[in-house]
Structures are given as C-alpha cells and as structure tokens.
Nanobody, 127 residues
Framework: QVQLVESGGGLVQAGGSLRLSCAAS????????MGWFRQAPGKEREFVAA????????YYADSVKGRFTISRDNAKNTVYLEMNSLKPEDTAVYYC????????????????????WGQGTQVTVAS
C-alpha cells in the first residue's frame, strides 16, 4: 500500500518561504514520478510542480515558475517543494501525489495521471 505523508505547511507572511516535504512508503520510491498540487477553497485542484523518477526532469506551473523548486531525495523516499516569494494567492492545501507507471517517460501536470495522494498540508500566506 502506497502512503504519502506531507508536512511543513503553516502560516507565513507574504514574501516569505516554506519548505514542504512528502514522505513516501509502500514501494520503491525512486521508480516513480512525483507531483505537487494545491487546492484553494472553492477552487479546483491545480498542478504546481512535478519531478520525474530520476530527479533530472522537472516541470512547473507558470504561476510558480521561478519561485518554487521541486526536488527529491531517493535515498530518503522524500520529495520536497521549496516555496519562496510566497504570495497570498499561494494559500491552499498542498498535496503530493505519485503515479503507477514504472519509470514513466511522461511527466505531466494532469491530476488524473496521479493515482496515489497524500492527505495534504495547509499553507496560508498572510498579506
């Protein structure tokens, strides 16, 4: 059973930084792509960033490009999201997710491509 557990959320002032972590268990972490998504109240879940299984390829939503950095440590079975220059519009519940395709060559921001999800961690950016 694949389990994903996010941590690191909290309240931060605009312009500040946070680092989210997602610890994975239940299978060989290093063989699967990982993604971060977020959902604000009253809005649909949206793609934030993704990283391929090897860690060499990343992909970002335009809204976070240049401010957020996704990375992974396959030895620790953990994926990270470093968030800088945070804005009030970044306020949301942040979820990590992973796919079921072994060493998938496709790196996508489409939520339906991801089959396992964490429970989420709240990020609130105060203006």
């Amino acid at each position: 059973q694949v389990q994903l557990v996010e941590s690191g959320g909290g309240l931060v002032q605009a312009g500040g930084s946070l680092r989210l972590s997602c610890a994975a268990s239940g299978r060989t972490f290093s063989n699967y792509n990982m993604g971060w998504f977020r959902q604000a109240p009253g809005k649909e879940r949206e793609f934030v960033a993704a990283i391929n299984w090897s860690g060499y390829i990343t992909y970002y939503a335009d809204s976070v490009k240049g401010r957020f950095t996704i990375s992974r440590d396959n030895a620790k079975n953990t994926v990270y999201l470093e968030m800088n220059s945070l804005k009030p519009e970044d306020t949301a519940v942040y979820y990590c997710a992973t796919t079921t395709t072994y060493r998938d060559a496709v790196l996508t921001g489409t939520p339906s491509w991801y089959k396992y999800w964490g429970q989420g961690t709240q990020v609130t950016v105060a203006s």
